[in-house]
């Protein structure tokens, strides 16, 4: 290497060296400065900690000891700890400082000298501001430990309250017992007041509500049971009070105060429990203040907009019980709107978030509250219960009532006003029908400021009759005699809405909801008479222009449907919804008695005014086709008409014949549905008895011959249908019956069946199947299965019959009852009536379109009219139903042998109290009328309904299906019945027999009488449901002159003796004859009788004698 540079290189390193030995000794240097300095810091803060214990231990030893050398060791304390930061340092230093709050509140509380206590250095000017920074610093460090602390531990409970208590001393002067004991302390409140409101700023600007709230929630929120003590919430409550007072109720305190204290669950019910905090919770018009604050749009959104899922939730429980709790003040007719505002618009808020798309799978889970929700929520680990309790509190009566109390008002003011009217017409010798009321008089009263509080049913059912077409009034004012855009519309309408959101928002709180609702005195008959009073004369017009517009409306705006339709309109239908809905489903749950009799529904003309109105107004929908764009509002109205038609055909109160829209004719109709019109179709879908009874089996027998007809069944010039011949013996007729029918396909059942009969000699029957021999088998077979001794039916005390709970003693009874289905399912499906009787709630199983509007109790009577009265007894029993010593089980004897079932899981073992009996009484219904005889309905329902489709029996009733089976109910008619019916043998409509015949059957049999002859020429004794053009084979008389074993047919000398009235014997011989009939073929075979009242005689003979028929 080069000398040079290597004297070069090696001055380099020797200064390298050197500037690392500098560097070195200077670090060395600061890490001792460093130690020193911790060592220092930590020895002075060792002496300044020793310093302070032994103060601290003085002042609690010595409460006469002066507190100042006490309060300068705190502040050097503080001081000397401010800078560590570590965490185990943190847990060090605030156990010390909950020590030194604690030795701070005993000296504020203890009776001590004033340079005793710790808030004596208020009047120390020298230390004044210390103290006061002190306090300050203390607050702060308070507030960041409470953050911290998990007040479900007994020690950080205990810490909690330290502060707690620190706070209410500090805040408060008269606590300041010391200073209070000053002379001069009337002189210094105002001064040391304006200190304690600078420490409740310092609390709210580092957070107090905030902290406090957040800590509770923690507790809350952690599903732990232990319950805070009332020391715990009134002192929070105290502290946020103050804070209020201090920062006048200013917006931002007050949002903290929603988003930190109201989202805490359960909260309020927890306030409610104990008597200074409740009294707390509503100090200064607070309840007021937050509604007024929260009613503002921009306002609610600061609040919400930061809040998740489950803490609006707690928020809308907690407001609502401030309601319930403070409704006297909040629920006035001038905060009312903002109550309801507000709770309307955190509804809406938590339906949008958790509305989710159904069809995605796995992306939901299930909440107690609001049903399946998006698994994107998170779950909540607190309990609900307490939750869900808050949230009842909005249908409880109290609540609902005043809510309601507009509603109440403007139905009371009206009923006084038409009152007056009627008395003024009654005066002036005018009917009360004949007088109007204007509507400038009833608005005026309404609008009065004192309005009477009651009003009776029948007063406003006068009242409604004249406001209503179709009770015969006489003819009043178009116009609405309330205004869509009054105020005491606003009102009421903005609390239907309100009960319309929270019904469809939780979910699964819907029925209880509902309950609370209709609990209200007399609700549903002023929601009447309301909708009535707004929905001027003709309320099913009304409603039809509503939804119409909002239709076009909805067109116009692709759909969006808050914001195409105008408010007035919304207001409308919210008020109607509700009631809708209200309505339905009291009258689920109500019985017979209470609706007939006791009124708790509607008095009966209003209940008739009801139909009538949702008859109308549900047609009108349909025929407008507004039911698809208004799907809500259409629902309501059917569920509850088809309800209230359905208990109308169980216990009439209205004629049917009112039921009939007189607004479509019926050449109409049938055009619209020859087009397949979609309003025709969900016309006979949804509400079929619009139509006369006469045009549904119509209808029926056109869709039947149109099966047939595309399944290849009917006769024609080109084409002959396919048969299926069985060979049955008579006196196996059930048994070869189901061993040759019960595998056909349901094609081949729907088609011709050609029977050859085997006698008791086993000899085949002669005989030529015109349809009449399978009617014969089908008649025979179908007596001897509803005879109650084979036991696969039974009857009713009336003689109806049913499904046998104990048919299971036949091997294949299941398999026999869908047999059974099948054969009386191929009756109604050719048209030939059966002399069958079925009972009324075994007919409403067999259509299996009610679902939830069924209710087991009301069609019980149809089976054990004894059971139902004891089961109502029970239900209205005064006394405790214990003493009764009943349990959900039920005793049945089966062959013999007492078998008990139990009603619910374990019934056997759980009394009947009175808070269930109402879940026993219809338990009892379900399990006698559904529950045993299920397997049997389920098999006959399933083979009757592979004959007859469920559409087609959805356009009738239990009481139209059962005629559709067995015929109609009315005398029958000589003129039909004449008009076609064929004559054989000689016979005609002008023969002398003939016209003896008819005038007898007119004239003078009775009606029995005539019945028994139907039964004895057609087997049953009912006329055909559409006349006798409709019997199938047609009712026929044939002129016979032999016994029935000789008898030889028609012959030309049979016909043309018949025909010119001619005897073919001699005089007198078939005197003796009596009338014989073969009912396969409808056909009567009357013999050529000479006089008068010998025809007479034999025919009412042979009907009253029954006379029997064998096929030859």
Known sequence: ???????????????????????????????????????????????????????????????????????????????ANHLKRDVKHFNKFYSKLSIICKCITTSIMADCSLKHSYVGHVLQKDCVKTWSAQVQSLIKLSLMHCENLDISQSAHKDTFLIYLRMALLLTEVTAWKQVAAVKQFQLLKVGLTNVANVFLTHYQSNGAIRILGKNLFKHFASGTSAQLSELVITSVLTIFNRIFNVCKHSNEVIDEYCVFFLTIPG??????????????????????????????????????????????????ANCIQIGYLDRETVLTRKVRPNFVDVTCSILRHLQVLCSF??????????????????????????????????????????????LFSTLMEVNSVASNVFQQSSSSATTSGKSPSSQIVSESSLTSTITASSVPAVKSKSKASKLFRKAFPSLGASKATSKCLVSLDSLEMFHVSGVCNLYQLAKDVLSQCKVEMLCGITRLENI?????????????????????????KNSKAISSANGEFYNAITDLHERALSVFSLFCECTWYLTTILDDIEVYEQDKLFVMSDLQLLVLFLNQLCFNLIWNESYAIMPTVFNGVHSLLILLVERNYRRQFLPLESLLIKDIKTCNFWGEYDKNRPRANYLIEKIPHVLPHKDRVLLFRRLVNDEKLS????????????????????????????????????????????????????????????????????????????????????????????PSPTSNMHELHISLFEYVGKLLGKAVYEGIVLEVQFATFFLTQLLGTRGALYSCIDELPSLDEQLFRSLSYIKHYDGDVADLQLTFSCDEDEMGRVKTYDLIPGGSLEPVTNSNKILYIHSMALFKMHTQIKKQSVAFNRGFKSIIKQHWMGMFSGPELQRLISGDECDLDITDMRNNTIYYGGYHNQHKVIKWFWDILENEFTREERSLLLKFCTSCSKPPLLGFSYLEPAFSIRRVEQPDDTDEGDTVGSIVRGFFSLSGNKKGENVSRLPTSSTCFNLLKLPHYQKRTTLRDKLRYAVHSHVGFELS
Not at 285 to 309: A, G, H, P, Q, R
Request: with cysteine; proline share 3%; aromatic share 10%.
């Open 524 to 548: 549903l008959p002023h929601m009447l008479h309301f909708i009535l009073l707004y929905a001027s004369r003709d309320a099913a017009k009304f409603f039809t222009d509503i939804c119409a």
């Open 357 to 402: 798309d159904n069809k995605a799978s796995g992306s939901k889970y299930w909440h107690e509250i609001f049903g399946y929700i998006p698994q994107t929520i998170n779950r909540c680990n607190c309990n609900l219960k307490v939750v869900k309790q808050q949230l009842a509190c909005l249908w409880k009566p109290e609540l609902a009532e005043s």
């Open 267 to 316: 909260i309020i019910a927890l306030v409610a429990d104990y008597s200074t905090p409740s009294k707390l919770i509503f100090k200064d018009s607070l309840s007021i203040k937050l509604l007024n604050y929260l009613s503002l749009e921009k306002n609610l959104m600061s609040v919400v907009c930061t809040l998740d899922f489950n803490k609006l939730l707690f928020i809308l």
């Open 711 to 802: 399944l290849g069944l009917t006769e024609s010039t080109r084409h002959y249908p396919k048969s299926t011949l069985i060979t049955i013996r008579r006196n196996t007729i059930v048994e070869d019956g189901f061993d040759q029918l019960s595998s056909l396909s349901d094609a081949n059942f729907k088609g011709l069946i050609r029977v050859k009969f085997v006698n008791e000699q086993g000899l085949m029957e002669a005989g030529i199947d015109q349809d009449g021999v399978f009617k014969e088998f089908l008649e025979e077979s179908i007596s001897k299965i509803f005879n109650p001794e084979l036991n696969l039916f039974k009857l009713t005390e009336d003689q109806k019959l049913y």
């Open 1 to 79: 290497m080069d000398p040079k540079k290597a004297i070069v290189e090696k001055s380099r390193h020797a200064r390298e060296e050197r500037a690392l030995a500098k560097r070195q000794e200077k670090a060395i240097l600061t890490v001792q400065s460093l130690v020193r300095r911790y060592l220092v810091r930590c020895r002075l803060c060792r002496e300044v900690e020793t310093v302070l214990n032994e103060e601290l231990k003085a002042v609690n030893e010595d409460p006469e000891k002066d507190f100042k050398s006490c309060f300068q060791a705190i502040e050097r304390y503080l001081i």
